[in-house]
């Protein structure tokens, strides 16, 4: 079946512009989590969304940073004012539940590039 | 930080040798995953081990768990080439609320 995608696999943009990344996740999976993974770095937690409730914004860096996701499906990750630190790796992930119970599937990735 | 250290950083093996990944945590968890990432697959999940089991198994990975002493370790036997990529420990920590912290991992090199 099919996977996790997200879109632009690449991007390129300007210090100061914004940028929306997008997630689709696995049909009926109803946990959706954003990471953010630098150059040889692990990964950092960005947020996650558990169906109906309230999103665990808890790993957003800065207010520049927000996310949505839009009748329990599609998600859209938005930096505004992008900074060269924001150059990373942006991977989505989605699971049938928890994390407790399931395993992550996680997306091939947007790469950002802030110029 | 509450986030899983792998240990080494780096291995390089030759084609047919085991290869051993540590994973040591700072707090109490409810499970512990590991996740291979190369360029041609991106992240993979490989094995979750709940915090009450000692040991589990997949194919030629065995994974440990010693919640006395915070830490899990990985064990690829007779390694192949396409194992070569970074593999990765995450936490579900204990009032973490549902999110994964992941650690560094371990860049494997198998060599033929």
């Known amino acids: 079946g099919a996977g996790v995608s997200q879109s632009p696999s690449n991007k390129v943009t300007e210090k100061g512009k914004d940028v929306e990344l997008r997630c689709d996740p696995i049909?009926?999976?109803?946990?959706l989590y954003w990471y953010r993974q630098s150059l040889g770095q692990g990964l950092e937690f960005l947020i996650y969304?558990?169906?109906?409730?309230?999103?665990?914004k808890s790993g957003l860096p800065s207010d520049r940073f927000s996310a949505e996701r839009t009748g329990g499906s599609v998600s859209t990750l938005t930096i505004q004012r992008t900074q060269q630190e924001d150059s990373a790796v942006y991977l989505c992930a989605s699971s049938r539940g928890g994390i407790s119970s399931y395993e992550q599937y996680f997306g091939p990735g947007t790469r950002l590039t802030v110029t | 930080s509450q986030q899983g250290e792998e240990d080494p950083q780096a291995l390089s093996i030759q084609e047919g040798e085991n290869a051993t990944m540590n994973c040591s945590y700072k707090?109490?968890?409810?499970?512990l995953q590991w996740y291979r990432q190369n360029s041609g697959r991106g992240l993979v999940h490989l094995i979750l081990?709940?915090?009450?089991?000692r040991e589990k198994h997949s194919g030629r990975l065995r994974v440990t768990l010693d919640t006395s002493k915070k830490s899990s370790s990985l064990l690829i036997t007779a390694s192949r080439a396409a194992d070569t990529a970074s593999y990765f420990c995450?936490?579900?920590?204990?009032?973490?609320?549902?999110?994964?912290?992941f650690g560094t991992g371990t860049q494997l090199k198998v060599e033929l």
């Open positions: 707090t109490s968890i409810n499970n």
């Open positions: 995450a936490t579900d920590f204990t009032g973490g609320g549902n999110k994964l912290t």
């Open positions: 969304f558990q169906g109906n409730s309230a999103p665990d």
């Open positions: 049909s009926g999976h109803t946990a």
């Open positions: 081990i709940r915090s009450n089991e």
